[in-house]
């Protein structure tokens, strides 16, 4: 979870020159490790998912009374 590792990157305050920049900064780095694993987590079992599904489609079709080539 890399994600909670940066959070005191976001969550820091401080009266330096920059502080604002460093801010959105560590925001958006932090942002995108979230996202990056919302999206792996979800996009990768859905992709297995897709293609088991046309995998299974294909191993029915000639029973269906589909034409195969070469038949």
Sequence with gaps: MRCFGALP????SGDGAGVETAA???TRFS???????I?????????YLFFD???????KAPE???VTVGD
Excluded: S
């Design 24 to 26: 959105r900064h560590h």
């Design 31 to 37: 942002g995108g490790l979230v996202m990056g694993q």
């Design 53 to 59: 599904k046309l995998r299974n489609i294909r191993r």
């Design 64 to 66: 269906k009374g589909f």
């Design 39 to 47: 999206l792996t987590l979800y996009t990768t079992p859905v992709v």
């Design 9 to 12: 990157l976001v969550l820091t």
